[in-house]
Nanobody, 122 residues
Framework: VQLQASGGGLAQPGGSLRLSCVTSGLTSKYYAIGWFRQAPGKEREGVSCINNSDDSTYYTNSVKGRFDVSRDNAQSTVSLQMDSLKPEDTAVYFC????????????????WGRGTLVTVSS
């Protein structure tokens, strides 16, 4: 299984960015894709997840109403639309995959892509 995240960059506070995670090698329909982020000096945290089999989603409280996760199976892509960005959203963002259900524990995701840096600053 391989994942590749892209779409990071510099945005102004209040601006938007769209991250994409292209996956390959996931042969089961029962899997979850998670977006995680790690700011300098902080632990990696779960931001949002989506379950491929039932489209259930998860958002951490700090991004609810601002971020939206979606999937396009035809393109093997999971996207994270990030609106109303805040400086505290600055971090390296990672996508990860696991079989079965959504969890936010990073240790339960065996497959990880390389991160993409998001910087929110004026």
């Amino acid at each position: 299984v391989q994942l590749q995240a892209s779409g990071g960059g510099l945005a102004q506070p209040g601006g938007s960015l769209r991250l994409s995670c292209v996956t390959s090698g996931l042969t089961s329909k029962y899997y979850a894709i998670g977006w995680f982020r790690q700011a300098p000096g902080k632990e990696r945290e779960g931001v949002s997840c989506i379950n491929n089999s039932d489209d259930s989603t998860y958002y951490t409280n700090s991004v609810k109403g601002r971020f939206d996760v979606s999937r396009d199976n035809a393109q093997s892509t999971v996207s994270l639309q990030m609106d109303s960005l805040k400086p505290e959203d600055t971090a390296v963002y990672f996508c990860a995959a696991r079989l079965w259900d959504i969890v936010t524990d990073t240790t339960r995701y065996p497959y990880w892509g390389r991160g993409t840096l998001v910087t929110v600053s004026s």
